[in-house]
C-alpha cells in the first residue's frame, strides 16, 4: 500500500507531497505522484518523524489490568509515536535476556510501535548486583539503555561498574535520581505548599546530589549518562555545567514537569501525585528554558498508567505515576510552539531525533529519528498545529485512566502515525496493527 500525503509541511517548512511506497519515502516535493497510491489531504498539516520515547511504563508482565503492550503501544501510536522504550519495572523485573526478549516480541506481535526493551541496571532493580547487562545487549532486544527507574542506582559503587559495563556496546545508563534516605515517607515537592497542606515533602536536593555525583562519576569512567524527568532548576543548572565541561550527559524532561505545579496537590488527589513531585513554578520556568536552549535534550513522557484503585484513594496511599503518551506532543506544542519558544523542528529534534540516537536505535531497517528525506524508512506523524481539543480521560486508548490533563483544552492534535508506511492512526483515531493485528 503506498499513500501520498499531499500538501503537507515537513518539520513545518514549505508544503510539499510525501509519497510513502515500500516502507519507505519514495519520493517529496510537487511532482510526487503515483498510480494507485491512497491520497491523504495533508493542506495545513505538519509532518515530523514518528515519534520515539524513552520512558514509557507498558506494565507487562505483572500489571496487565493497568496496561498491556498491546494497550500501551496504542496509545503511542494514538500520540503520534512510532517507537517507545519499556522501562524494566515489571514483575518479574526486565533484568535478564528472557524477559526482555519476551518484551519485545509482544511488542512486535501486536504491530502498533516498535518496543524497544530497557533492562534492568540491577538484578531485581535492589540496587545491589549488576544484572545481566551483556546478556541483555547481545539478546534478540539488543538493549542498548539500563534503567533501575522507579528506584535509583543510589549505591556509587554500583552506579560506577553500570558505566564502566556498558561501555562494550555503547549502551547509556539512564538514572532515576532520587537519593533515597532523603525522600524517606515524601509524598510531594518540599517547600510552601506541603507545609501549609501538612504533606511530607521531597527536597530538590534529594534529585540534585544525584545528579552531581553522577555527571562526575561518568566524567570519571568517560561513559554516557542520561537523566531521567529532570525536575528541579537546579539539576537543570547542574546538566548545564556538566554539558559545558563536556561530560557526556544527556537529560529528559516530562510533559507534566514542563505544565503542572506542586500547587495542584492542594486538591489532594492523587492524579497529581508522581515520582519526582510536580515542583514550583520557577522549577517549570527553568524546565522550559533548559529544553528550548538544548540543556534538556529531550522531552520523555513517563507514561505511568495505574489501575482505578491505585489512584481512586486518598492522596498518601494513591501510586506515583501518570499518563503521557497520548498528550505529550499537544502539551509541549501548547506550551512550546504556539509560545513561539520551539520550533516544529525543534519539537522533531526533542520528541524523535534525539531520543532516536541517545537509544541509538537511529540506525538500520528498523530505525527511528530519521530525517523526512527520500529512502528513510516512512515513519511519519502527522500534526494539526491549529487544532485545539479537550482532554478527555475516558476517550484514551490506554487501559488506564490516570490523565493528570482531564478537561483542560490543548492545542495541536496529532492526525494520522505511519509505520514504515503503515498507518496506524488515521484521522486521529487507530486505524490497525502492522501485521493486522493478531494480537489485539
Ligand atoms: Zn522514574
Redesign the pocket.
Given at each position: 500500500m503506498s499513500y501520498l500525503l499531499r500538501g503537507v509541511a515537513p518539520l513545518g517548512g514549505e508544503p510539499a507531497d510525501l509519497l510513502l511506497d515500500d516502507g519507505r519515502i519514495a519520493a517529496t516535493g510537487r511532482e510526487a505522484r503515483v498510480a494507485g497510491a491512497t491520497v491523504v489531504d495533508a493542506d495545513g498539516l505538519v509532518a515530523l518523524p514518528g515519534l520515539v520515547d524513552l520512558h514509557t511504563h507498558l506494565r507487562e508482565p505483572g500489571r496487565e489490568d493497568a496496561e498491556t503492550v498491546a494497550s500501551g503501544t496504542l496509545a503511542a501510536a494514538v500520540g503520534g509515536y512510532t517507537a517507545v522504550h519499556a522501562m524494566a519495572n515489571t514483575s518479574p523485573v526486565a533484568d535478564t535476556a528472557g524477559v526482555v526478549e519476551q518484551v519485545w516480541r509482544l511488542g512486535r506481535d501486536a504491530g502498533w510501535a516498535d518496543v524497544f526493551p530497557i533492562g534492568a541496571v540491577s538484578v531485581g532493580l535492589a540496587g545491589e548486583q549488576l544484572a545481566e547487562l551483556g546478556a541483555m545487549a547481545h539478546s534478540a532486544a539488543r538493549v542498548r539503555v539500563f534503567s533501575d527507574?522507579?528506584q535509583c542506582v543510589h549505591d556509587p559503587v554500583l552506579m560506577r561498574r553500570a558505566l564502566e559495563y556498558v561501555k562494550a556496546f555503547d549502551g547509556v545508563i539512564a538514572q532515576?535520581a532520587q537519593e533515597p534516605r532523603l525522600t524517606r515517607g515524601a509524598q510531594m515537592h518540599e517547600g510552601v505548599v506541603s507545609a501549609e497542606i501538612g504533606l511530607t515533602g521531597w527536597p530538590a536536593v534529594a534529585e540534585e546530589a544525584i545528579v552531581a555525583r553522577d555527571v562526575l562519576l561518568a566524567q570519571h569512567v568517560r561513559s554516557r549518562l542520561h537523566v531521567?524527568?529532570v525536575s528541579t532548576a537546579g539539576s537543570v543548572d547542574l546538566i548545564r555545567w556538566a554539558k559545558s565541561r563536556g561530560i557526556c550527559v544527556t537529560a529528559e524532561a516530562t510533559p507534566h514537569h514542563l505544565m503542572l505545579t506542586d500547587e495542584l496537590a492542594r486538591s489532594y488527589d492523587p492524579l497529581f501525585k508522581v515520582?519526582p513531585p510536580l515542583r514550583t513554578a520557577d522549577d517549570v520556568e527553568a524546565l522550559r528554558a533548559g529544553l528550548a536552549d538544548g540543556t534538556i535534550d529531550v522531552v520523555g513522557t513517563?507514561h505511568a498508567p495505574h489501575s482505578r484503585e491505585d489512584k481512586d484513594c486518598e492522596w498518601a496511599a494513591g501510586a506515583f505515576g501518570m499518563l503521557g503518551l497520548e498528550t505529550a506532543l499537544s502539551v509541549v506544542a501548547t506550551l512550546m510552539v504556539d509560545t513561539g519558544r520551539m520550533s516544529w523542528a525543534d519539537v522533531a529534534r526533542v520528541m524523535s531525533v534525539a531520543p532516536a540516537r541517545i537509544g541509538r536505535v537511529d540506525d538500520g531497517p528498523f530505525a527511528h529519528g530519521r530525517p523526512l528525506v527520500v529512502g528513510e524508512p516512512a515513519n511519519v506523524v502527522l500534526v494539526d498545529p491549529a487544532a485545539r481539543w479537550t482532554v478527555d480521560p475516558s476517550a484514551l486508548s490506554s487501559l488506564s485512566k490516570n490523565t493528570p490533563y482531564g478537561g483542560r483544552e490543548l492545542t495541536g492534535r496529532v492526525v494520522a502515525t505511519f509505520l514504515r508506511g503503515h498507518p496506524t492512526v488515521l484521522d486521529s483515531r487507530p486505524a490497525t496493527p502492522v501485521g493486522g493485528g493478531a494480537a489485539r
Open positions: 527507574d522507579g532515576h531521567l524527568h515520582n513517563d
